[in-house]
């Protein structure tokens, strides 16, 4: 029998960051702890498995919140900053368990090659610094983590193609704008789906709550949670009391299971 997922929102907020550095903003000034969000990221757990999706500028804070002493692997998106800036910080886990397994497709491990040189280098290699098990993935193959198989979910960000994930009943989209009928098809029948959800208003490369709303409406999972949110979304009180009863805030600690 397959054993359940626990996910763990580890972050839930936008690039920036809640608060933002310098913002007078009211949310930027709320004492609600769910009003205060790290850069997106979840914790994937299963049995003895933990499976993170990205490595934000937060990724050291939100390891030591999550008490995560072991990393199975890494699942990236995409290679925007705040997706992976915290690559770094996988040092303990390499230390003591040896090479880290991170999937990703080809363009990001290009990106990461460029930003984090010193960790893919084969000759002259400085001691203290972590070694990856690059696994490249596409858009059209299924690939394994561990026991579970992912099903990748290809979605536009503005003009960059993001990867999301399916494992099993979740699925998991964050910096998506648009998606293709053959794309969406791969998603329906989950029983939860987190999906991101930028602020009220239209954005360019993020679908608004309006748009997130209108597709999980369309996949109709049994559960939804907004995550990559940033503080002109409005208070986290507020703004969920107006959500559908089926469609949650995510907020950063929260852990589900599926």
């Known amino acids: 029998m397959s054993k359940p997922l626990t996910v763990t929102f580890l972050g839930t907020g936008t690039s920036q960051g809640i608060p933002v550095i310098g913002s007078e903003h009211p949310v930027c000034k709320s004492e609600d702890p769910k009003d205060k969000r790290l850069r997106v990221s979840v914790l994937i757990s299963w049995g003895q498995f933990n499976y993170v999706i990205d490595t934000g500028p937060d990724f050291r804070a939100q390891m030591l919140e999550a008490k995560c002493t072991k990393l199975d692997g890494i699942l990236f998106t995409h290679e925007h900053n705040d997706h992976i800036a915290g690559l770094d910080d996988i040092r303990p886990y390499f230390f003591r368990q040896g090479d880290i397994r991170a999937f990703a497709h080809k363009r990001v491990f290009d990106s990461l090659k460029n930003r984090f040189d010193y960790i893919f280098v084969t000759e002259n290699k400085y001691p203290g610094a972590p070694t990856l ?40 989209i964050t910096d998506a704008k648009t998606i293709t009928k053959e794309e969406l098809a791969k998603i329906k029948g989950t029983k939860v789906l987190v999906l991101n959800a930028l602020r009220q208003e239209a954005h360019y490369s993020h679908f608004n709550l309006e748009e997130a709303l209108d597709l999980i409406k369309t996949i109709a999972p049994d559960r939804a949670y907004l995550t990559h949110i940033s503080h002109l979304m409005g208070f986290h009180e507020e703004v969920q009391k107006s959500l559908p009863k089926n469609v949650f805030l995510a907020y950063d600690g929260l852990q589900i299971t599926i």
């Open 133 to 172: 098990k690059e696994i490249e993935i596409d858009k059209s193959t299924p690939f394994k983590i561990s026991d579970k198989l992912v099903i990748p979910i290809e979605v536009m960000h503005n003009r960059m193609p993001v990867l999301g994930f399916r494992i099993e009943d979740f699925t998991y």
